[in-house]
């Protein structure tokens, strides 16, 4: 190998960008976590569902959007930014990229925090957000990489460091799962409908889920771990070779995991068995990451005793070893079949966001917040508490539920020695949970205390301290190698100082995985057996289904029966694929807080949904679900409702031109029907409120299957 340039550059790292980050992580980090000891709060005391716009069902996916994308979001950009430059030996690329994508994110932030109470929300777990700002994700993420990808062009180190190999796989990737994942057909600025229907929306949200899980919870978070961990604990990374095998065999097999979460759905067989078997090899990789984290370690665990920064990372890393084992457990039928639905996926979640995403932050902010301010921590004391706060709040909150979900589980699925449900009211397995409700509200404000105590702390360290906006460095610039001569050691360097060909092969590492489960799904006709009697929802059904969605009903109930002898029992029978062909979008949820409403259609008169809405414990002594006493009272908006149905023809629901042309009439006759009903039952109420469009969507719901 011959070099032709040696001599020193200077430059400087912008340290204003990590600050600006840092600074944003702290202030949603704690946004975030209060709204999610509200909605906790929420699940035992009713009354705290404070008017339509502060409800569980639209609370729930701000807190989940705020911790995923505004806290976790902000953490992976400010140690992105933070190691990057550092590890390439290089300022960012483009300052204006670097505040563009800062600003840029946090208008997406105020723009989910307005629109998801507003009840503005495409209903898709952990992608809820409406198109414009969709839109606006791409943009920024596309600055975002090329940012990163012109920084790394013009780096003076050569050889591309592991954390980096985890940027560019989530950088892609998270790239490829957005766009597929925010496919929408637009009606209006603040309306669209998914281009896929039923399973196969099923399949691309939770293709998408799963992997949002992996490329933006998990893989930047591990670059952070090989670039922070050696740093706190002045050791080298324990094994370059694991690290070279576990981040490949990650990423391959990851993305075909996904499928586990629509076990024992209508979801082919095949695809359900490809989710389990990769679920379960994912072992394997993923306890590489945490050994080799773990194992830097070595010679060091006497530090861990004295310096609580390295207590944040042992706990975290040991967190992520224990979601990527249980992730894996709950895959398999016979776990999942008690599991699914329940609160033990909660717990599975939190133990993973609260231990792993959450202490690998506050360690990270920890170390990096004084180096940049040029001062020391204001209060070590503090750290310590901090810690230990975080730690029981974990406990608390993490258990109880691991208790809820069994309980849940169990009693569902409970019979008498006659052979009949010992639960048949599905109220009574809530009730038994509220306990366990309560101690989750207690464990998630002990958290949330903790990193109020960090917002102090470390907002006093930057008061005491002074920034330093551009820190001063020199490096060599980059060697110019002739490649003929070039042999420096193990085969995998080649591919190290070739950001290009690794991000190609990234890409098709993942998308492997995505083409075999996606594309025969949506090409072979026989995944997705069709039902005669199945017909598209009326205009009336398909707005109060819209209604259904805006509330966010579908986070506390399910539509989806299973083929199990206690649901068929207590709900009717099991759901078909083939009764979702015209759902655009699928709605079957992911937790039972309250009962499954597939069958819901036909079994209660029109009254009792009524009175249901206006006041749940009327109809069901002890409900915590909340009243929805607005939709009495708002009138139905029906200025769309040709449009829309006009949509879902060009997606494939096959509505004729009359009935889009009389979408209004239709819907105003079959309003009047139900108006009648209730009526006949002393219920006045106009025929253009909201809750007519409701009670049409629930009474069809299961409906079509029975029809002859």
């Not at 596309?142 to 013009?154: E, H, L, R």
């Not at 980059?478 to 042999?487: G, P, Q, R, T, V």
Request: with cysteine.
């Amino acid at each position: 190998m011959s070099t032709k340039s040696t001599s020193l550059e200077q430059f400087y790292y912008d340290n204003k960008i990590v600050r600006n980050f840092s600074i944003a992580t702290i202030v949603w980090g704690v946004v975030g976590m209060l709204v999610g000891v509200i909605i906790a709060t929420q699940l035992f005391a009713p009354a705290a569902n404070l008017t339509q716009y502060g409800t569980f069902g639209r609370l729930r996916p701000l807190h989940t959007n705020a911790v995923i994308f505004a806290f976790v979001g902000n953490a992976i950009f400010a140690g992105v930014y933070y190691s990057l430059q550092r590890l390439l030996k290089a300022r960012m690329f483009s300052d204006f990229l670097s505040n563009f994508h800062f600003w840029g994110w946090q208008l997406i932030i105020v723009a989910a925090a307005i629109t998801l109470p507003l009840g503005i929300t495409t209903s898709h777990e952990y992608a809820e957000l409406e198109w414009p700002i969709d839109i606006a994700i791409t943009l920024v993420w596309v600055a975002f990489g090329i940012n990163m990808f012109g920084t790394i062009f013009k780096r003076r180190e050569r050889h591309l460091y592991v954390a980096i190999w985890f940027y560019i796989a989530t950088f892609i990737t998270v790239a490829v799962l957005h766009l597929t994942n925010s496919m929408q057909l637009p009606i209006s600025l603040f309306k669209s409908y998914y281009v896929y229907a039923g399973v196969q929306d099923a399949l691309i949200q939770w293709w998408y889920g799963h992997n949002a899980v992996a490329f933006f919870l998990t893989t930047p978070f591990l670059g952070m771990m090989y670039y922070f961990l050696p740093k706190m604990a002045n050791r080298p990374v324990y094994s370059y070779r694991l690290s070279i095998l576990h981040f490949w065999a990650l990423i391959f097999i990851y993305i075909w995991a996904g499928p586990h979460h629509l076990l024992y759905s209508s979801l082919p067989d095949w695809a359900q068995s490809l989710g389990v078997v990769f679920s379960i090899m994912l072992i394997a990789p993923s306890w590489g990451g945490m050994i080799n984290g773990l194992l830097t370690l070595r010679g060091a665990w006497d530090q861990v005793r004295e310096n609580t920064l390295l207590k944040f990372m042992v706990v975290g890393i040991t967190s992520y070893g224990m979601a990527t084992f249980e992730g894996p457990m709950l895959s398999l039928k016979n776990i999942n079949a008690i599991a699914h639905f329940t609160d033990w996926i909660v717990a599975h979640v939190h133990v993973g966001a609260l231990g792993w995403n959450g202490f690998l932050t506050f360690a990270m902010l920890y170390w990096l917040v004084p180096r940049i301010f040029q001062t020391n921590l204001y209060s070590e004391k503090l750290v310590k508490t901090h810690f230990w706060i975080g730690t029981i709040g974990i406990a608390f909150y993490a258990i109880p539920m691991y208790i809820s979900g069994f309980t849940q589980g169990m009693m569902w699925k409970q019979f008498t020695a006659e052979g009949t449900l010992q639960y048949g009211n599905f109220l009574d397995t809530t009730l038994q949970l509220l306990p366990m409700h309560m101690m989750r509200a207690l464990g998630g404000t002990l958290y949330l205390t903790g990193a109020i105590l960090m917002a102090y702390n470390l907002f006093k360290t930057m008061a005491q301290g002074t920034l330093l906006a551009n820190e001063k460095a020199e490096a060599a610039p980059l060697a110019i190698i002739e490649e003929k001569h070039e042999s420096d050691g193990h085969w995998h360097r080649w591919i190290e100082k070739r950001p290009i060909q690794l991000l190609v092969a990234s890409l098709v590492m993942i998308l492997v995985g995505s083409l075999v489960e996606l594309v025969p799904t949506f090409m072979v006709k026989s995944n997705v057996p069709t039902i005669e009697s199945v017909k598209p929802y009326s205009s009336l059904e398909l707005e109060g289904r819209d209604i259904y969605i805006r509330e966010g009903c579908v986070s506390c109930h399910s539509q989806l029966v299973r083929p199990f002898r206690s649901e068929t029992e207590r709900y009717g029978e099991f759901s078909k694929s083939g009764e979702f062909v015209y759902d655009h979008p699928f709605l079957w949820g992911s937790k039972r807080t309250g009962p499954d409403l597939h069958r819901e259609g036909g079994k209660y008169p029109d009254s009792w949904h009524y009175h249901h809405m206006r006041e749940p414990s009327s109809m069901s002594p002890g409900s915590i679900m909340p009243n929805y006493a607005w939709l009495l009272e708002q009138t139905l908006n029906t200025s769309q409702t040709q449009d829309k149905l006009a949509a879902m023809k060009k997606l494939g629901v096959p509505y004729s031109t009359d009935e889009i042309t009389n979408a209004v009439k239709d819907l105003n006759s079959q309003a009047k029907a139900i108006q009648a009903n209730l009526a006949a039952e002393k219920i006045k109420v106009s025929q253009d409120k909201e809750i007519i469009s409701l009670i049409a969507y629930l009474q069809r719901l299961g409906t079509d299957i029975s029809k002859k």
